[in-house]
């Protein structure tokens, strides 16, 4: 079946494991317009007790751009724990995120496709001997995202009974986009259409979609957007900001699986760190990603108290400077700001709610070529999905692939956490071999996937590190935000350095003698 329209050279980049090539040998995958198709895989044998097999549906990844679910053969996964496995397309980029910012087009279109293939679940699944009581929302990535804000939605409630979110979710920084008007506008004038929301959607339906996708891709940054904020719109997917959502606690209450690997965005660096590249890739990265805690035009960021307070955290101790220890804090640093923390709060969040587990994948691949990572690298981004889908028993690859065996023992333990966690809501049916505990905010542990299987502690995991991020650093976000909350007339008052903030709690009064003077009495405590 086709897969939806994206670019090829960034879908390319985004195929780390080369599925396409593994799969399609001498051929490439074929992308159209017309691509709202789904997989469904159905396990052999008898059902079980007569209710019908467990669903999971799998929403691909791709950082909604690019992806297919043809690249996911899931007749491993399907037979050997004895669930159906369904895998849908939804749209990319633009033709999936475009908003007209009103009900005319809100956007969110590729999350409504995913919704579909849902609703299509519940509506047939039957027809294959499947449970359509029983099912799995399951993602890697931007299908992880995806999953995550299904929990939210109130359009997904009682289509799915639990969710595996894997390296994602929108707690992460800008998961969540803004509309793009400047698309907009180069779409408009383009195709010479109306400047009127309708007139100007009903204008780009008529648009030749290759040329309209091709002009779509200069403008990168499509997703998922808040469109219940939108004019008219009467069943917006999200209807206010997720996070918002969650700590309200208006979620789908299912029990959740959420885990990430411990070197995320390892491929992103090439070579040994030294500190003054350590300091400076730091200091760009936070800059990057800063933004005023208020819309206030008065308020001013100070971005070097942000860099200090990351920079003492991660910057290692180590005499004389090693590189190879500068390379690996500031892995850590990437992978615990993006991955690491937003999955401990997503969890914690949840777990009020609902059965949670988290994990950490930390298994490294023995099979060469799959396997194809410098020495010093353990588990990318989607190098978990190997051992989790079974890829040691697909018959599908080309040329076959002699696969380790520690490998394939590690992703039938692995598979056999998954199918239960499908089936039964819990990763684990019996203690006698392997103990994961529920994460709780009384005991929130994170289990660990590896060689010896088995819950982290302070010695084996940083739990500091995602404390520093999920709880210290947003102060010192609101500390370094700088603002004048006085009349337009009156001068701003500069901020008073850490150090003295440090020591002292200041009581201002402050009395206005003219517009341009200002005198403080400060009571030390």
Not at 476 to 492: E, G, H, Q
Request: charge should be negative; include cysteine; glycine fraction near 4%.
């Amino acid at each position: 079946m086709p897969s939806c329209l994206q670019d090829k050279k960034s879908f390319e980049n985004n195929d780390v494991l080369k599925l396409a090539t593994r799969l399609f040998p001498g051929k490439a995958l074929e992308f159209n317009e017309d691509c709202l198709y789904l997989n469904v895989y159905v396990p052999d044998g008898k059902t079980p007790r007569g209710f019908g097999w467990p669903v999971a549906i799998w929403l691909h990844p791709g950082d909604f751009m690019v992806g297919s679910p043809n690249l996911w053969d899931a007749t491993a996964l399907a037979i050997k724990q004895k669930v159906i496995v369904v895998t849908p397309a939804y749209r990319l980029g633009a033709l999936g995120f475009l908003s007209m910012m009103d009900d005319s087009a809100p956007g969110n279109v590729g999350l409504l496709d995913q919704l579909a293939a849902m609703e299509w679940v519940q509506e047939h699944i039957q027809h294959f001997n499947g449970s359509a009581t029983d099912v799995v929302l399951w993602g890697h990535s931007a299908g992880s995202i995806s999953t995550s804000l299904h929990l939210i939605s109130e359009l997904s409630a009682g289509k799915f009974h639990r969710a595996i979110t894997m390296s994602g979710n929108f707690m992460i920084h800008n998961a969540i986009k803004n509309p793009n008007p400047n698309a907009i506008l180069s779409l408009k004038e383009e195709f010479y259409c109306s400047e009127e929301p309708a007139e100007l959607l009903a204008c780009l339906r008529n648009a030749p979609v290759a040329t309209l996708f091709a002009k779509t891709l200069a403008f990168d940054d499509w997703g998922p957007i808040v469109d219940g904020l939108f004019k008219n719109v009467t069943k917006p997917f999200l209807k206010e900001d997720p996070k918002q959502l969650l700590e309200d606690g208006r979620i789908n209450r299912v029990p959740l699986m959420a885990g990430y690997t411990d070197m995320e965005d390892v491929n992103s660096i090439n070579a040994d760190i030294s500190k003054s590249l350590f300091d400076d890739t730091i200091r760009q990265t936070v800059i990057d990603d800063a933004l005023p805690v208020t819309d206030n035009e008065t308020c001013t960021l100070n971005e070097e108290l942000l860099v200090d307070s990351i920079l003492f955290y991660y910057t290692p101790t180590s005499i004389p400077e090693d590189p190879t220890i500068y390379r690996r804090k500031y892995i850590d640093f990437t992978t615990d700001k993006k991955y690491g923390s937003s999955t401990f709060e997503f969890g914690m969040f949840v777990s009020k709610y609902s059965p949670t587990y988290l994990y950490r994948f930390d298994y490294k691949l023995k099979t060469s070529p799959i396997a194809d990572v410098r020495d010093w690298v353990t588990v990318p981004h989607q190098y978990d999905l190997p051992i989790v889908w079974g890829m040691p028993y697909w018959t599908s690859l080309s040329p076959q692939v002699i696969w380790n065996t520690v490998d394939k023992k590690t992703s039938d333990i692995v598979m056999g956490l998954f199918g239960n966690f499908t089936k039964y809501s819990i990763p684990v049916q019996s203690k006698k071999t392997i103990q994961w505990d529920p994460f709780t905010k009384e005991n929130p542990r994170i289990f660990l996937i590896d060689k010896n299987f088995s819950m982290s502690d302070s010695s084996s995991f940083d739990y500091k590190s995602l404390k520093f991020w999920n709880e210290y650093y947003p102060k010192i976000v609101l500390a370094a935000n700088n603002c004048c909350n006085m009349t337009a007339s009156a001068n701003c008052l500069e901020p008073f350095p850490l150090t003295v903030i440090s020591f002292f709690i200041f009581n201002f009064y402050l009395y206005r003698i003219d517009y341009r003077n200002i005198f403080i009495v400060l009571h030390l405590f």
